[in-house]
């Protein structure tokens, strides 16, 4: 029963849906966006965009004193490429 609690725990603590992913995709979405219109370059946009989520993540960690999550940060990449694929194809 232990090993269930110890496989269980991580994902209570960091699920991978909820209203913080949304904010993670929708903010990496309207990054990405204003980021594309200005620069119409993807690798720039692409690495603006992630060092934000990353950055955010430090500041989560250091200063706020929680957890860093990478499932944050797949979040801000998918928001990323929606934000990117919106503006190249619409």
């Known amino acids: 029963m232990s090993i269930k609690i110890l496989l269980i725990l991580p994902l209570l603590y960091d699920p991978f849906v909820g209203k913080d992913k949304t ?3 929708g903010a990496s979405c309207i990054i990405a966006q204003a980021t594309y219109i200005k620069t119409h370059s993807v690798a720039k946009t692409i690495f ?13 960690l250091k200063i706020k004193k929680t957890k860093f999550s990478t499932k944050d940060l797949l979040w801000d990449f998918a928001g990323t490429l929606t934000g990117i694929f919106i503006q190249r194809y619409y």
Do not use: R
């Not at 603006?48 to 989560?60: H, N, P, Q």
């Open 23 to 25: 904010k993670h995709f």
């Open 48 to 60: 603006l965009s992630t060092s934000i989520g990353v950055a955010k993540e430090i500041y989560d």
